[in-house]
């Protein structure tokens, strides 16, 4: 079974460029290219949007082939398909390395056990309930991506159409 999804490069030291293009090669099987631009979030750092298709499972194999690369911030999505719920991967170099499944909608779907885990520990006075459901949800992660998925002037525009 086959999936679909996108690679977000939203930042890389020019010199970190060749070697992310190697490891998703290196997961897809074939010579991959991406097209570097200019990060303006990030004087000296580049982006990259990179849209892939492999077997379920690919996109968690490009997420390890990124992850633990200082100075790189990415995402890399799934779509889901027969076989599979989406998947979402953020990464940053402060916070690590995000996952969450996601519906045919890209909402976050939570795992039951998570969500009682998160009331256990809020009931406990562990933490805060805000504080947990945010960190379920990958909060943390699109605060610090945000001010770099706006790729700014120059970045290659996609017009997707749908015939109704």
Do not use: N
Not at 29 to 49: F, H, K, N, T, Y
Not at 76 to 98: D, N, Q
């Amino acid at each position: 079974m086959t999936t679909r999804g996108v690679l977000y490069v939203h930042s890389a030291p020019r010199a970190l460029c060749p070697h992310v293009e190697w490891a998703v090669a290196g997961v897809l099987g074939a010579r991959v290219q991406l097209d570097w631009i200019r990060q303006p979030a990030s004087p000296g750092m580049w982006r990259a949007e990179f849209s892939w298709q492999g077997e379920t499972g690919t996109v968690s194999r490009l997420a390890s082939a990124l992850r633990g690369w200082q100075m790189l911030r990415f995402e890399v999505t799934a779509e889901p398909c027969a076989a599979a719920e989406g998947e979402r991967y953020s990464a940053t170099p402060e916070l690590g390395i995000f996952h969450a499944v996601t519906g045919l909608h890209g909402d976050i779907l939570i795992p039951e056990d998570r969500l009682r885990a998160a009331l256990a520990r809020a009931a406990q006075g562990e933490t805060v309930l805000e504080t947990e459901i945010a960190l379920l949800l990958g909060k943390p992660w699109d605060d610090e991506l945000e001010p770099f998925r706006y790729a700014g002037e120059g970045a290659p525009v996609r017009w997707l159409h749908q015939v109704v």
